[in-house]
């Protein structure tokens, strides 16, 4: 008995934590500048979308990616504004809701720097 209890000894393990550096890059599969996922968040395909919906998704792209590092902070950010816009009314799409707030937001924006030129 003797013998076995001075070999069973336990060794230690040093534990830590795991740190995940790679990130989810933007640099994805992209249809005309917009990436696909932007599609599938909106449930559009990109083979069905006329010039002006994809102008849109351009703009909304531009917007969502903006100071974000990885793809799905744009997407988390899309999804933010869609939570606090609401339920488009009407004939409206999600995108067409989104949009317009954007393109509202950035007038806003270039107003308030034109003022504060002045």
């Given amino acids: 008995m003797e013998g076995i209890a001075k070999t069973a000894q336990r060794a230690e393990i040093k534990t830590e934590p795991i740190i995940h550096t790679v990130a989810d890059p933007i640099n994805t599969i992209c249809y005309?500048?917009?990436?696909?996922?932007?599609?599938?968040?909106?449930?559009?395909?990109?083979?069905?979308?006329?010039?002006?919906?994809?102008?849109?998704?351009?703009?909304?792209?531009?917007?969502?990616?903006?100071?974000?590092?990885?793809?799905?902070?744009?997407?988390?950010?899309?999804?933010?504004?869609?939570?606090?816009?609401?339920?488009?009314?009407?004939?409206?799409?999600?995108?067409?809701?989104?949009?317009r707030w954007i393109k509202m937001q950035r007038q806003i924006d270039e107003l308030r720097k034109r003022q504060e030129a002045v």
């Fill in 32 to 99: 005309e500048e917009v990436p696909v996922d932007v599609f599938r968040f909106f449930n559009l395909l990109s083979e069905q979308v006329d010039n002006k919906e994809l102008d849109m998704l351009k703009d909304i792209s531009k917007w969502a990616f903006e100071g974000v590092e990885t793809l799905g902070d744009g997407l988390r950010k899309l999804k933010q504004l869609e939570i606090q816009l609401g339920v488009p009314t009407g004939n409206d799409r999600r995108h067409d809701k989104m949009w």
